[in-house]
């Protein structure tokens, strides 16, 4: 007599937790007034370069925010894509470097929507650094953005990278930068830049000391440097004599690097990095032109001149 109402007690308990679970999955699914709506997931699946990987890619919902909801901040409206790439930097070599991370964000058919670049200073040898960049304005017919890629990295000693405009002049009184450059028909130039950023006059004169780097930032060589520019092109402008260039406080001059890609018979040299003093016994930087040299063999430099008239 004892056995089956055990057995009815047991099925009864089964009922009652089966019931209770089905209750509970249907209260999950239903989402209340103060329920938050979760931004859609998207697909990160990048192996990164040169130590730089994206983490995440968290997008605005693209319906309205439900009432109720987290709010959504003014910054990822309708003139912004709200797209935000996290990425991290991981410095695997023995000295601080400073990276400049180009991220590219695409659509689902894998289509480039935006390129943005990203500074990370001062990362320190075995030390990961985290950061973000906004995919930014896009057309309102642009296709939504749900993917991102990091697409170049640059780095180059922490104590070499150019200084950013109006951030601590460096103790030599000078910020040397370079441009982004102009290239036609094969020709290509570069601007290199020294503003005064102290508070004293500062002169200097002649060429710019160049070292071609390569991208584990070690010398290229079998390279001319040129003064001038003749030997390359009579593009580029004739080729004045260097003389004396006196800057005051916040006055800037300019040189430029100039070389043709042509490819012929040989092995195309292609130099990232060039480490750029702007007078013999100043500290160095170190700038990102990407010389494209081909075979020719040879870059062409101008004398500093005052900014304007060169």
């Known amino acids: 007599m004892h056995r089956p109402a055990c057995l009815l007690s ?10 209770a679970c089905g209750t509970e999955r249907a209260g999950t699914g239903n989402s209340g007034a103060g329920a938050s709506v979760p931004p859609p997931r998207t697909q990160v699946d990048d192996r990164g370069k040169d130590g730089v990987r994206i983490t995440s890619l968290p997008l605005p919902s693209a319906s309205p925010t439900p009432a109720g909801s987290h709010s959504v901040s ?44 990203a500074t990370v200073r001062d990362v320190g040898p075995g030390k990961t650094v985290r950061g973000s960049v906004r995919a930014g304005q896009l057309p309102p017919s642009a296709p939504r953005v749900t993917q991102a890629k990091v697409l170049e990295v640059t780095k180059v000693p922490a104590g070499e990278a150019p200084a950013e405009p109006g951030t601590t002049c460096p103790a030599s009184g000078i910020r040397v930068s370079a441009d982004s450059g102009d290239a036609a028909m094969g020709l290509r130039i570069v601007g290199l830049h020294l503003e005064n950023c102290g508070t004293r006059d500062y002169t ?22 040129l003064h001038g ?28 690097l100039v070389w043709r890609n042509t490819t012929e018979s ?26 494209d040299l081909g075979t020719t063999g040879k870059l062409g430099v101008k004398p500093w001149a005052r900014a304007g008239t060169a």
Do not use: C, H, W
Not at 100 to 110: E, L, P, R
Not at 232 to 248: E, F, M, S
Not at 273 to 285: C, I
């Open 10 to 19: 047991t099925l009864a308990v089964a009922t009652l937790l089966l019931t």
């Open 74 to 117: 003014a910054d990822s409206l309708a003139a912004d894509s709200g797209a935000v790439a996290s990425f991290e930097v991981t410095n695997e070599g023995t000295e601080a470097l400073t990276y400049s991370v180009v991220v590219s964000f695409m659509s689902g058919d894998g289509g480039a929507m935006a390129n943005q670049a």
């Open 204 to 225: 200097v004169e002649g060429y710019p000391l160049l070292e071609l780097l390569d991208g584990d930032l070690k010398p290229v060589r079998g390279i001319q440097i």
């Open 229 to 256: 520019s003749g030997e390359i092109t009579t593009g580029a402008g004739p080729d004045d004599k260097p003389r004396p260039v006196t800057l005051k406080p916040g006055e800037s001059a300019i040189s430029r």
């Open 266 to 291: 040989g092995t195309p040299v292609n130099v990232p990095y060039v480490r750029v003093r702007a007078e013999a016994g100043v500290n160095p930087v170190t700038v990102t032109p990407r010389l």
